[in-house]
Structure formats: structure tokens, C-alpha cells
């Protein structure tokens, strides 16, 4: 019953290095999300994906790239990290059907970049 | 623009006090969508209502009610007799009633600390 995984829960980069947030979810959901959190600022969306093949820019995409390759996976890539990005980074996962819409999240990703 | 507004940052109470959490929100569109959503220690956050525009009737589950008031713009989240286990940040979210996914505009969150 593992819902929405994600890896890693922890990392630590230095400005200007790469890395790939990886999403996973066994619900068959059509839907999936990335967001960060920041003090004070609530959730913002970053990128989403209706389906397998397809991603579009939330609402701060800048310096973020995403992939949906495989239906269950959702893949978050910084190409040249920056301290701006240090936050904690949630993946979500909803179903098409509107009366269930509601988002299941994963337990974060703590990314520090120094 | 949409945006939410939590205006109560932090609240502190005595396990079985009655508390209640404030959420105004702002958007243009007829028909949208609220939701509440509860962020516990453990950091994943966990659905608790969705209600849409046209339905204004209050909702009552357990020791939760949410009370929506379109006049006032207002989605307010009253706790019961509160208990240690609700301690957590507590966010309400907006979403339009455009396109086919999710996508929610969060609060700020109000971190509610209930202590014996």
C-alpha cells in the first residue's frame, strides 16, 4: 500500500550541480504534480502531467524540467541548482474521475542547495 | 488572479477546546472548487474536504466542520474538541474550474499546536 514514493527524502547540492527528484505512484492515476514548499508561501506548483507523455508549467516552472516517460513515474530535474531552489518538494498524484479528486501527496524531499 | 489568504499563522489550544481555523479566498470565476488539506509531523499532507461553488451547505464529519459562506468568501474549518492528534498545519486550497487537472492554489497554512 505504498501510495506516492518519492526519492530521495533528503539531499544536499552545491550551486550549479544537477539533480533528478524521482516520483512514483501505484494508483493508476492519470494525474501527477510537483510542488515545493516554502516558509511563509504555502505550496506552489511547479509542473504537472495529464497523462503519460505530456507535462505542462504550473505556476513557477523556471529552472525545473519534468518527464513522464511511464504513467506511474513523474521526474523532477534541476539542470544547475541554485540557493533559491532549497525547499522542501512534494509530489502529488489525483485520479481523472472529478467526485475522487482529490491529490494524494508523498512524504517530501528536503533539498538544500549550498 | 486567484489567491487564499490564511491569516492566522500559528494557533495554540488546550486539548477539548473548540478552535477555528479562517481561510478567505479571492477569484473571478462562478464555479470553483475548495478544499482543505492537513500537514502532520510526518510532512505529507492529507486530503480532509473538497466542496464546489454551488453547494454552500455546511459539512459536518466527526469532530470536524467546515463552514463555507460565498458572500463573505469565506471557507472556515471549526475543530471540535480538539486533541493532540491535530496538531499539524493546516492549508486550504483553490482550484478554477478550467481544464482537467488539479491544480490548487495553496495558503499560507496555520499551524495549529494542541498541548494537554
Known amino acids: 500500500n505504498a501510495g506516492v514514493t518519492q526519492t530521495p527524502k533528503f539531499r544536499v547540492l552545491k550551486t550549479g550541480q544537477s539533480m533528478t527528484l524521482l516520483c512514483a505512484q501505484d494508483m493508476n492515476h492519470e494525474y501527477m504534480y510537483w510542488y515545493r514548499q516554502d516558509p511563509g508561501m504555502g505550496l506552489r506548483l511547479i509542473h504537472y502531467s495529464v497523462g503519460e507523455g505530456t507535462t505542462a508549467k504550473g505556476e513557477v516552472p523556471d529552472g525545473y524540467n519534468v518527464s513522464r516517460l511511464k504513467k506511474q513515474n513523474f521526474l523532477l530535474g534541476l539542470e544547475s541548482a541554485a540557493p533559491s531552489q532549497t525547499s522542501v518538494y512534494f509530489c502529488?498524484?489525483?485520479?481523472?474521475?472529478?467526485?475522487?479528486?482529490?491529490?494524494?501527496f508523498g512524504s517530501g524531499t528536503q533539498l538544500s542547495v549550498l | 488572479a486567484q489567491k487564499v489568504t490564511q491569516a492566522q499563522t500559528e494557533i495554540s489550544v488546550v486539548e477539548k477546546e473548540d478552535v477555528t481555523l479562517d481561510c478567505v479566498y479571492e477569484?473571478?470565476?462562478?464555479?470553483?472548487?475548495l478544499f482543505w488539506y492537513k500537514q502532520p509531523p510526518s510532512g505529507e499532507l492529507v486530503f480532509l474536504i473538497r466542496?464546489?461553488?454551488?453547494?454552500?451547505q455546511n459539512e459536518i464529519s466527526g469532530r470536524y466542520s467546515w463552514n463555507f459562506q460565498k458572500s463573505t468568501s469565506s471557507f472556515n474549518f471549526t475543530i471540535t474538541a480538539s486533541q493532540v492528534v491535530d496538531s499539524a498545519v493546516y492549508f486550504c486550497?483553490?482550484?478554477?474550474?478550467?481544464?482537467?487537472?488539479?491544480?490548487?492554489?495553496f495558503g499560507t497554512g496555520t499551524r495549529l499546536q494542541v498541548t494537554l
Open positions: 477569484t473571478r470565476d462562478t464555479t470553483y472548487y
Open positions: 486550497a483553490l482550484r478554477r474550474d478550467t481544464g482537467t487537472a488539479s491544480k490548487l492554489t
Open positions: 466542496r464546489n461553488s454551488f453547494d454552500e
Open positions: 502529488a498524484s489525483s485520479s481523472r474521475t472529478v467526485k475522487s479528486e482529490k491529490l494524494f
